[in-house]
C-alpha cells in the first residue's frame, strides 16, 4: 500500500509516496537522499539512526514513515549554523569524540536532546533523588547516553566533550 | 516484511470495530517492538491500525485518590510527571531503568504493557518456537536460557515478560482499562498477564481486537516509599535478569503493609504474594527479608543454566526492602 506524505527535514518540506513498511530512517536515507542518520542495527539497538521527531530525540529505523505524516526532523547536519558548528559537534571534535564517526550524527542528536531534558529537569536511572535538581555528572551522561553505541570505543572522549559543553 | 495497509484511527469505537473483524489486524502504537517484529517476520500483520493519536495521553486524578495513566502517554513523560514521580517513584524508577532516552520518548504505556518477550527464539523465526508457532516446540529448554523463567514456566515454554514498568504496575495492584466490540472491561494488571501453561502464544487475556485505553494507580498512601531495582548483565540499556518493586510500610520496626513484584522471573511480572504475607507483622530486618524472600522461592524451578536466578532474586528482594526500610525509619 502506497501512502502520500509530507515531512519537514532540516526546514526543508518533502512530499513523497511511501510504501507503508518504509521506516522514517529509509524514507530520509533512500528516497530523500537524507545520510546524515545512519543505519546501523536497524532494530533500534545502537542509535546511529537518532534524529530530533517533533523536537525529541527518536530513532527513526522502528517508526513507519506513514505513521509520521507532517513530522518535524531535525538531523545532526541542520544542527550547525551554516559553517558554525553546534556547540555539541564543535566539542566531540575538539575532544576527539569519534574515530570512523558513523555513530556520531546519532551521537550529536542524541546528546541535543538529552541536555533539553535535563534542563528541563527529567531524572535518570542514575539520578539520587527522582524529584530533585539534576546535575549532569559523568555518570549521568553515560547513562543517557546509553541508547547510544559506539564500536570504536570513544565513549570516554564523548563524555568529555558533553562534558565541556555542558558548561 | 510482507505487504500491509494502514489506517490511522480515527476514534476507539471504530479502531477496535476495524481489528475485531480483521483477523489478520493489529494495533500500532510508537511501534518501537512491533516494527521489529515486522522486520524480523515474527510478526505478519495485513492491516495496521495506529492508535498512537486517540486521546489518551493524559495524566489525570481519579475520584478516591488514585491516579489515571492514558494509553498513549509516552514512557518518558509518565516517568517525568511531577505525581507520579512524588507519589509512585517505583513507576518512575522502572521506566527510567529501561529502553534508552530515545525509545523512552516515543514508546507508549498500552505499548509498553503489550510488548512481548525477548527470548532469542521468539525472535528466530528460524527456530521452533511455542510462542510464536504453536506446537512447533520450545528451544529454550534445552538451548539457551540463562535469561530465562525460574517460577510459574511450563514445558512449553521459559520465556520472560520484558517489561519494567509491568513489574512496578503489578506490585502497585494497578487496573487495566481496556475497550472491546462488546464494551470496556477493566482488569487487573495481575490478571492481564497469563503463565504459559499449554498456551504460550497468549501472553495475556485480550482478546484479538481489545485495545488498551488507561492504566489506573490506587491511591495507595504506602507507594511514597517505593522503588524498583533492577539486575541487569549491563549497567545500563538492557532487559533485567532480576527485577524488583517494592513499596514497605514500617511503624516502629515493624512491617505494617508491604507490596513486592518480581521482574525478569517469570511469564508475567510475579507478583510475591508469600512474602508479602511473610512480611506482613514482621520486623523491617535482613533476618525477616531473607525469610520472606525464600519463602516466595521455594516455588522456584529453574533450568539448567539459570540458577543464578534464584539466589540473585532472593538478595534483590533483601536488599530493596532494606534499601526502603532504611529510608523509612526517621
Known amino acids: ?167 | 516484511m510482507i505487504p500491509f495497509d494502514y489506517q490511522r484511527a480515527e476514534d476507539t469505537r471504530s479502531a477496535v470495530a476495524t481489528v475485531t473483524a480483521r483477523p489478520g489486524a493489529a494495533f500500532l502504537g510508537a511501534g518501537t517492538n512491533l516494527v521489529d517484529h515486522l522486520k524480523l517476520g515474527v510478526a505478519a500483520p495485513d492491516l495496521l491500525v495506529d492508535v498512537s493519536h486517540l486521546p489518551f495521553d493524559m495524566i489525570e486524578p481519579l475520584a478516591g485518590g488514585g491516579v489515571r495513566i492514558g494509553a498513549t502517554v509516552r514512557n518518558s513523560d509518565l516517568a517525568v510527571d511531577p505525581v507520579i514521580r512524588q507519589r509512585y517513584p517505583m513507576v518512575s524508577a522502572a521506566l527510567l531503568s529501561g529502553a534508552s532516552g530515545q525509545l523512552r520518548n516515543v514508546a507508549t504505556t498500552a505499548g509498553n504493557l503489550m510488548q512481548r518477550t525477548r527470548c532469542p527464539y521468539f525472535q528466530d523465526v528460524t527456530t521452533p518456537c511455542n510462542k510464536r508457532r504453536p506446537g512447533s516446540g520450545c528451544s529454550a529448554l534445552e538451548g539457551y536460557h540463562r535469561d530465562h523463567a525460574i517460577l510459574g514456566a511450563s514445558r512449553h515454554c521459559v520465556a520472560v515478560h520484558p517489561s519494567d514498568l509491568a513489574v512496578a504496575l503489578t506490585a502497585l495492584g494497578a487496573v487495566v482499562q481496556v475497550e472491546g466490540v462488546k464494551g470496556a472491561r477493566s482488569i487487573p494488571i495481575i490478571d492481564l498477564y497469563r503463565l504459559p501453561d499449554d498456551a504460550p502464544q497468549h501472553d495475556t487475556v485480550l482478546e484479538h481486537g481489545e485495545l488498551i485505553t488507561a492504566v489506573d494507580l490506587p491511591a495507595l498512601p504506602m507507594a511514597t516509599r517505593s522503588t524498583y531495582r533492577k539486575v541487569r548483565d549491563r549497567a545500563s540499556y538492557a532487559f533485567a535478569l532480576v527485577s524488583v518493586a517494592a513499596a514497605v510500610d514500617v511503624e516502629r520496626g515493624t512491617v505494617r503493609d508491604v507490596r513486592v513484584a518480581l521482574g525478569g522471573v517469570a511469564h508475567k511480572p510475579w507478583r510475591a504474594r508469600r512474602a508479602e504475607e511473610a512480611l506482613r507483622g514482621a520486623p523491617a530486618t535482613d533476618d525477616a527479608f531473607r525469610a520472606a524472600a525464600e519463602a516466595e522461592l521455594a516455588g522456584a524451578r529453574p533450568l539448567r543454566d539459570n540458577a543464578f536466578k534464584v539466589p540473585m532474586a532472593r538478595n534483590t528482594i533483601v536488599a530493596t526492602l532494606r534499601e526502603l526500610t532504611r529510608r523509612e525509619e526517621p
Open chain 1, 1 to 167: 500500500m502506497d501512502v502520500e506524505i509530507g515531512l519537514r527535514v532540516d526546514g526543508e518540506p518533502h512530499r513523497l509516496v511511501v510504501d507503508t513498511r518504509t521506516t522514517l530512517l529509509d524514507a530520509m536515507r533512500e528516497r530523500l537522499g537524507i545520510t546524515s542518520p545512519k543505519k546501523g542495527c536497524d532494530h533500534g539497538q545502537c542509535g546511529a539512526c537518532t534524529v530530533l521527531l517533533d523536537g525529541r530525540r527518536a530513532t527513526t529505523c522502528l517508526a513507519l514513515a506513514v505513521a509520521h505524516d507532517g513530522a518535524e526532523i531535525v538531523t545532526a547536519a541542520g544542527l550547525a549554523d551554516g559553517e558554525r558548528l553546534h556547540p555539541i559537534q564543535q566539542a566531540l571534535l575538539d575532544h576527539d569524540g569519534l574515530q570512523c564517526g558513523y555513530c556520531t550524527p546519532g551521537q550529536v542528536c542524541s546528546a541535543v536532546g538529552m541536555l533539553a531534558e535535563a534542563e528541563a529537569g527529567w531524572p535518570s536511572h542514575v539520578t539520587a533523588d527522582l524529584s530533585g535538581a539534576v546535575e549532569l555528572t559523568d555518570e549521568e551522561i553515560a547513562e543517557r547516553m546509553s541508547g547510544n553505541l559506539c564500536r570504536c570505543g570513544a565513549y570516554a572522549n564523548i563524555v568529555a566533550a558533553i562534558r565541556e559543553a555542558v558548561r
